[in-house]
């Protein structure tokens, strides 16, 4: 029998400011710069502390949507399925790490009409996130709506209706009308039910 887990090594000051540094980047809308830079750091991530460090992993799903917003999407996936499988090795299929790779993977797929792959891969995501998080948590929600979307594009108008809809509801009474949150579900429970008719 082999034990795999271990207590993560202590993360090096300096790394954690390059992190910083290059996420800034990324919010900046300075997406090249921050890929470059963040590709840089994932190398001496896993030199220094290791390729399964919840550090190193959230490096590469960090990569992963440097690359989103270029519009790269198949090497988006690929950043976000290599986050998703190391954070599920190390931490497991229900650490917020896994479940986070997890829905970025998804959301890539689906931009890529990879539906028979990420339709399934979000709807276990947003059960996982329902029953860790709550229904009207946040990132719940935001999981709801990618799933609502892919269903959508997908063709399968009705259930994205029904899922956005229940989404909707659930955030009304949770933050109230005027919340972005619930304002972004309505417009999109309104554009699936205008297309539905």
Known sequence: MRFTWRRPNRVPAQLERRLRDALQLLDAGRHGSAESALTELLADSEAEIGPEHPFTITVIDALGSACYQQRNFPDA???HRDAHHRATR???PNDPLTLGAAHN???ALLLMHEWAEG????LTVLEAKKEA?????RETLATAQAVGSGLFKSGDRQRAALLLDQAYRTALVAYGSD???VVDLRHNLDVVLRNSR
């Open 90 to 92: 190390a931490l497991g």
């Open 77 to 79: 996936a690929a950043r």
């Open 179 to 181: 919340d972005p949150t």
């Open 133 to 137: 998080l709550g229904s009207d948590h």
């Open 105 to 107: 993977l998804g959301s």
């Open 119 to 122: 339709l399934p891969l979000l």
